[in-house]
């Protein structure tokens, strides 16, 4: 599982180095995409798969699906782990992710996710009431 919150800066060529915890659980090689909320998503290979699966079920005829799985799947891109333990992010999904220099990487329990400190900050300055998000949870049986 993974969890916790890190930060590192992505060089001028676009490589950034993943935490010596995250890589023990990705392996070498693994999948990222554009995530939810302007962030990235890493999955490893076996809980992409996993993901990919639930992708392939959703109706071809429903507009609303066809728009999710081109979300996720037009921007995924295996990425390799260098020796000094760093991938490189391509732009496409540095420039959706706003990601320039400072990024935070969090463990969120079966992926990872690298958020520019921007948005990272703003996201977790939101007001919102801890209670109640624990209220609606109840309804998805937390």
């Known amino acids: 599982m993974f969890m916790g919150e890190y930060q590192h800066s992505i060089d001028n060529k676009g ?6 915890k995250f890589r023990e659980e990705l392996g070498d090689t693994f999948v ?3 995530g ?3 962030c990235l998503f890493v999955y490893p290979n076996s809980e992409w798969k996993i993901f990919e699966e639930k992708l392939k079920t959703l ?6 699906a066809r728009k999710f ?3 996720f799947l037009a921007g995924a ?5 260098d020796k000094q333990g760093r991938i490189l ?9 706003g990601i320039d220099k400072d990024v935070i990487l969090i463990g969120v329990t079966n992926r990872v996710e690298i958020w520019s400190k921007e948005n990272w900050d ?7 009431d801890a209670s109640e998000l624990a209220e609606n949870m109840q309804e998805l049986g937390i």
């Open 15 to 20: 490589r950034l180095i993943i935490p010596a």
């Open 32 to 34: 990222i995409t554009k």
């Open 36 to 38: 939810l909320d302007n």
């Open 59 to 64: 109706p071809i005829t429903n507009a609303n």
């Open 69 to 71: 799985v081109r979300f």
């Open 77 to 81: 891109v295996e990425c390799n782990v």
């Open 89 to 97: 992010i391509p732009n496409n999904l540095r420039n959706y992710s």
């Open 122 to 128: 703003k996201y977790n300055n939101e007001d919102f």
